[in-house]
């Protein structure tokens, strides 16, 4: 069971690795002039988001709801997330790439292609659904519903059993 001490330690964790991520999501660009600046904030960058995934994850096994083999049902409430957060960490990839390709040899030249603009709006409209999604998901894990036995829960198994 998810005790509070811990809930706050690892709230606290992903809020400081979504910080990380708004950071960079907000100040790369002042950076251009060093790709090799830029290449490491944004590796930091993809590994923070495959790490706040597995952290989900994590959360998500440890429940009771878990436990008793209700997977469905927590993909059922916390699939926005999930897939929010692959499209944010293909997207993120694919700018981060797009954009060191272009600036690599010329990190002195500004340089926005059509696409590489395009990529780069939709990159930061779907990273606010992501932090949204995501701290919204962190804070409904600490529901005590879903680490404890409850008539809620013995509901859903009647409705599975079905």
């Given amino acids: ?13 992903q809020m400081t690795l979504l910080a990380y991520d708004l950071f960079v999501n907000s100040f790369s660009e002042l950076l251009r002039g060093a790709p090799v600046n830029q290449l490491v904030l944004f590796i930091i960058q993809d590994i ?7 952290i989900i994850l994590l959360m998500m096994f440890n429940t009771y709801v ?46 926005w292609t059509d696409g590489l603009q395009a ?4 990159q930061r409209t779907v990273a606010v659904f992501y932090y949204y999604f995501y701290k919204r998901t962190s804070e409904l894990m600490g529901d ?3 680490y404890q036995d ?11 059993r079905q």
């Fill in 48 to 54: 923070v988001i495959l790490f706040n995934v597995i």
């Fill in 66 to 111: 878990f436990q008793v083999g209700l997977v469905s049902l927590l993909l059922k409430r916390f699939r926005a997330v999930l897939i929010v957060s692959a499209l944010y960490l293909t997207l993120s990839i694919s700018l981060h790439c797009w954009v060191l390709n272009l600036r690599w040899i010329e990190s002195d030249v500004f340089i």
């Fill in 1 to 13: 069971m998810l005790q509070t001490r811990n809930y706050c330690l690892v709230l606290l964790i």
């Fill in 144 to 146: 005590p519903r879903l």
């Fill in 150 to 160: 409850s008539r809620w829960l013995r509901d859903a198994f009647a409705r599975a």
């Fill in 119 to 122: 990529l780069f709006v939709f």
